[in-house]
Every structure is written in structure tokens, then in C-alpha cells.
T-cell receptor, first 119, second 111 residues
Framework: SQTIHQWPATLVQPVGSPLSLECTVEGTSNPNLYWYRQAAGRGLQLLFYSVGIGQISSEVPQNLSASRPQDRQFILSSKKLLLSDSGFYLC??????????????????FGPGTRLTVL | DAKTTQPPSMDCAEGRAANLPCNHSTISGNEYVYWYRQIHSQGPQYIIHGLKNNETNEMASLIITEDRKSSTLILPHATLRDTAVYYCIVRVDNYGQNFVFGPGTRLSVLP
């Protein structure tokens, strides 16, 4: 079976410090990977998605970046955190499509999340 | 994506079936109905999805009306661990879009 891990579970960082959140998936190959931010327990804002190693698509301009150094590893980073970066960050995966693209109707499976507080 | 409407809260006795309704009267022909749930401070958990036909998996059943304007998620034998906020959403076969959750239904399973 497939599992998705995120760490750390919680993080408190000062403004201006760097950030690195890690997500790994087990039990599947070449997954599509996603980073979301959830505000106030409501909707999920898509930040980045990736259909393969080194392939990153950004949905929202911001001071965050993402990388996919390995097939099942997805990293969210920032060089200098802002107060507005506080939130609940979720990683998700979906099965790869034969066409190599992604679709909103692909079932996404979420990790446990990282709660980031920037002070 | 079409808007959905759900009751804000529901109670269900442990061991009984929980029936969670959702209205999506403006749904388009190419939009799928998805159900996720979220336990406090955890990531959303996929439950089930469907387009036109009723669906069943190991977690739940999804009943979609013939006109597709509403659906019902059925948890056949609710347990205390099913206490969560349940989100009904519709999604079109496009790419790279946000999950637009409404307030959802807070299901409380009572012992």
C-alpha cells in the first residue's frame, strides 16, 4: 500500500529564517506530487505540482519554491520566511497518467501536514 | 467548479448508518463529485468520488441522484473514529486548481 510522510509535523520559525519541508511517498512510482497551503481549516490553495523529477509548476507567485530531487521526494523551501507564510502545509500525491499530465479528477491522497508558525 | 451546500453539523449513533447530504444544483456534465474528510489538525482523507453512477468502496457508498443535483455519502456503520468534518466538492477534468472546500458537515458519532 502507498503511504505519504511529511516532516516536521510542527515548526516555529522566526521571520527571515529559511524553510525546508519534506514530503516522501512510498509504495508507488512516478507519482504526481502537490504542495498545498490550508488556511483556517477551509480550502486548500495549490502552491506547486510536479509530474516528474525536476519538473515543477508553480500556481501562485510567492517567496516559496519547490524541488523534486528524487522520484518520490518533494521539498518546499523558502530563503526568508514572512509572517504571512504561517499556515498548515499539505503534501499530496496522485497516480501518474499515461499522458504525463494531471487532472483535477485524479484522486489525491494527502499527507499528515506540517503546521508552520512564523514569529 | 460548481458550489456545494451541506448541513453544518450532524450527529449519528455509533454503529448506525450516517447519511450526509450534499446539494450541487449547478453541477456541469463533466464535473465529478468528491468526498473528503478531515479530522482536526490532520490532512484531508479521500473517501470516494463519482460522476453519474452510485459508487461503493471499503469506506463508504455514494448515491448520486439521477439529475446529479444532489448526492448522499453513506457511512454504513459509523464508529467514533468517523467523527470529522466531511467535505463534498465537485471538480472538473482540468488541471492545477485549488481544492475549494466549503464549511463542510461536522459529523459527531456518539457512543
Amino acid at each position: 500500500s502507498q503511504t505519504i510522510h511529511q516532516w516536521p509535523a510542527t515548526l516555529v520559525q522566526p521571520v527571515g529564517s529559511p524553510l525546508s519541508l519534506e514530503c516522501t511517498v512510498e509504495g508507488t512510482s512516478n507519482p504526481n506530487l502537490y504542495w498545498y497551503r490550508q488556511a483556517a481549516g477551509r480550502g486548500l490553495q495549490l502552491l506547486f505540482y510536479s509530474v516528474g523529477i525536476g519538473q515543477i509548476s508553480s500556481e501562485v507567485p510567492q517567496n516559496l519554491s519547490a524541488s523534486r530531487p528524487q522520484d518520490r521526494q518533494f521539498i518546499l523551501s523558502s530563503k526568508k520566511l514572512l509572517l504571512s507564510d504561517s499556515g498548515f502545509y499539505l503534501c499530496a500525491w496522485s497516480r501518474a497518467r499515461g499522458t504525463g499530465g494531471i487532472s483535477n479528477t485524479d484522486t489525491q491522497y494527502f499527507g499528515p501536514g506540517t503546521r508552520l508558525t512564523v514569529l | 467548479d460548481a458550489k456545494t451546500t451541506q448541513p453544518p453539523s450532524m450527529d449519528c449513533a455509533e454503529g448506525r448508518a450516517a447519511n450526509l447530504p450534499c446539494n450541487h444544483s449547478t453541477i456541469s456534465g463533466n464535473e465529478y463529485v468528491y468526498w473528503y474528510r478531515q479530522i482536526h489538525s490532520q490532512g484531508p482523507q479521500y473517501i470516494i468520488h463519482g460522476l453519474k453512477n452510485n459508487e461503493t468502496n471499503e469506506m463508504a457508498s455514494l448515491i448520486i441522484t439521477e439529475d446529479r443535483k444532489s448526492s448522499t455519502l453513506i457511512l454504513p456503520h459509523a464508529t467514533l473514529r468517523d467523527t470529522a468534518v466531511y467535505y463534498c466538492i465537485v471538480r472538473v477534468d482540468n488541471y492545477g486548481q485549488n481544492f475549494v472546500f466549503g464549511p463542510g458537515t461536522r459529523l459527531s458519532v456518539l457512543p
